[in-house]
């Protein structure tokens, strides 16, 4: 009866330690963490340790393995192994799991309102790792970057505006990670609106429009002469002044276009009041144009 529940206990034990290593695969064993070994029908083997600054665990017998780096699951092989090399026992079926994961540092670079390294203990949310910066600033770019500690796997991860999708993808942070929030691209709309600037792209696609950008900016004066607009874009051949159809955009007539960071649109004023200025000579208004972060 008590081999039963013995048994009962143990399945019970692997299927919460598989569903485990499942959720937490890329999340590695590390100096300091505290492990919980089992062995199968051979209880006086069970054992709670940490592991080592130099990444081993000691064994109650066996000796020292070296566990840093494996997954737990990867870690219960190793002893397996061990176990037969040594002669202890001829078919182990070891159970590892992390009881309690070393206080490590979490690194937060870029558009947060505090960055700096914060202390985890566990797995967290991506979102969760946010707040403890902060949050986003208001020049944040929404396509931020998760560098995981030890394989250096770069995980991209978008923060929606919409909360149910932010929480429904969200994913996890572990201990050792960094996470990057670049700063948004801007773009600019100078000329006869009625504010003229610089305009973060952060909505929900952290993509601008051109008749997006002209919204921000709170329409075209009526003085203004949208016909004779102009998109100003760099490239590594200097800017490139093309004419844009604004007025036909508005109009319906011409299908809306996506802008690129440091695009410059110029909408000039009616020719009583339009005077000549070319591309560089706009690119450095827009370099001294103020910043709307909306």
Known sequence: MKRNKWILSWLLLLCTGVAFAQSSESLLIG?????HVQVFDTPELEQTGRVTDDGNLQLIMGGKVRVAGLTPSGAARVI?????HNHILLKPHVLVTVAEYATQKVS?????????TYVIETPRSVLDVLSMA??????ADRKILI???GT?????????NDAGVSLDTAVKVNPGDTVIVPKAGIAYVLGDVKMPGGYTMTNNEAQLTVLELVARAGGTNHTAVPSHAKLIRKTEAGYIETPLPLSDMQKGKKPDMPLQANDI??????YLRNFALGAAGLASAAASAAVYRF
């Open 31 to 35: 100096p300091g963490d505290l492990l």
């Open 80 to 84: 397996e192994e061990v176990l037969v």
């Open 108 to 116: 937060i670079l870029g558009q947060v309102k505090v960055p700096g």
């Open 134 to 139: 902060g949050g986003l600033t208001e020049l």
């Open 147 to 149: 560098e995981r500690k």
């Open 152 to 160: 250096k796997e770069k995980i991209p991860y978008f923060v929606s």
């Open 265 to 270: 649109i110029y909408v000039p004023f009616s």
